[in-house]
């Protein structure tokens, strides 16, 4: 019988680019962000990458992220990633670009990680809209 342990989800982020280095293996998160600022609604985020990551698990499993806009309704779901962990010290990098995504609301989006189809966490992915630049006449500190 083969052991299995469910893995821990280390951390989900959202970024804005992925990369390895060829020498070391070292993984590389460009633009980590939560919130999108834009002009007007209706808009969509043009590109960005979702990365979870597993250790300290047995065993075979799938991965999948949905993305839930504030009236609930699920936007975005990937399709499962199956991956394998063969040592409790090894961990599993699960990454999917997203291109287009529609943004129809202001408000928080939630960003959703599933481990075989078991809900396992959520980051926020909030969506404001850009403030009017200040009329000449008015004082503004930030």
Same mark, same amino acid.
């Given at each position: 019988?083969?052991?299995?342990?469910?893995?821990?989800?280390?951390?989900?982020? @959202?970024?804005?680019?992925?990369?390895?280095?060829?020498?070391?293996?070292? $993984?590389?998160?460009?633009?980590?962000?939560?919130?999108?600022?834009?002009?007007?609604?209706?808009?969509?985020?043009?590109?960005?990458?979702?990365?979870?990551?597993?250790? &300290?698990?047995?065993? &075979?499993? %799938?991965?999948?992220?949905? @993305?839930?806009?504030? %009236?609930?309704?699920?936007?975005?779901?990937?399709?499962?990633? +199956?991956?394998? $962990?063969?040592?409790?010290? +090894?961990?599993?990098?699960?990454?999917?670009?997203?291109?287009?995504?529609?943004?129809?609301?202001?408000?928080?989006?939630?960003?959703?990680?599933?481990?075989?189809?078991?809900?396992?966490?959520?980051?926020? $992915?909030?969506?404001?809209?850009?403030?009017?630049?200040? +009329?000449?006449?008015?004082?503004?500190?930030?």
């Amino acid at each position: 019988m083969t052991e299995s342990k469910k893995p821990t989800l280390q951390f989900s982020v @959202i970024c804005d680019d992925i990369a390895n280095f060829h020498d070391s293996g070292k $993984l590389i998160i460009v633009g980590l962000f939560e919130q999108i600022i834009v002009d007007e609604v209706p808009a969509s985020h043009q590109k960005m990458w979702v990365l979870s990551r597993f250790t &300290d698990g047995l065993g &075979d499993y %799938t991965c999948q992220t949905k @993305i839930v806009n504030p %009236t609930g309704e699920i936007i975005f779901q990937s399709d499962p990633v +199956a991956f394998s $962990l063969k040592a409790k010290e +090894a961990s599993y990098n699960v990454n999917g670009q997203i291109f287009g995504l529609p943004l129809e609301h202001i408000g928080t989006y939630w960003v959703e990680t599933y481990l075989n189809d078991e809900y396992l966490s959520k980051i926020p $992915l909030i969506v404001t809209k850009k403030m009017d630049a200040p +009329a000449p006449e008015e004082t503004t500190y930030h």
